[in-house]
């Protein structure tokens, strides 16, 4: 036998979870707001899928599509975009498949390193490229006499397509040339700030 404690208990948790008041699958993730203009906002909630087919409150029996203007509000989901659809959809699709949810997650970390490290090793390469070109003189510079040291480094075949010349390099420059941008960007932000103060 389960003592009136234990009960009351399980009730509480029952009622701390929100279901939807039609179909009470817990897979479904309930709206934040029901459309219905009467009933206090926590009184009940609902699923995208069984709101779409309700005309009347279920609890108050209040018509839910009211084209009234003064009382249009955010709360009317037929006023919601596409994206925001297509979002919700696809957020209740990855939460009700972890899985694939998982392995998505992964992919975005790899793609995002990769789209980091281009990013820092190629703003390197175009950082010394304009060094070395503004300080060398061309006229001086040939295979057989250099005019000055960044010769090497940018006067060579296919500069822009080989990732390993000059890797340390050009990371090392990517990697300064991203701190001075952040710290000019807050600079910006800081005299920008002082102004409008």
Known sequence: MTSNDEVSQR???EINIKLCIICMDEDNIVLKK???LICDKKAWFCCQECISK???CPICRTKLNINDDNNQNDNNLDDRSCFEKAVEKYNIFMINHQTINNILGYIQGIVLTGVIFFYLLYLGK?????FCTSRCDKEKNSQSTKGCECYDLTQVNNYWGDIMHNFGGSLGAGIMGHIVI?????LNCCSSNRRNN
């Open 11 to 13: 009730r509480q948790q």
């Open 34 to 36: 029901h459309p219905c």
């Open 54 to 56: 309700l005309e009347n």
């Open 126 to 130: 175009l950082l010394i490229y304009i």
């Open 182 to 186: 952040i710290m000019v960007r807050k």
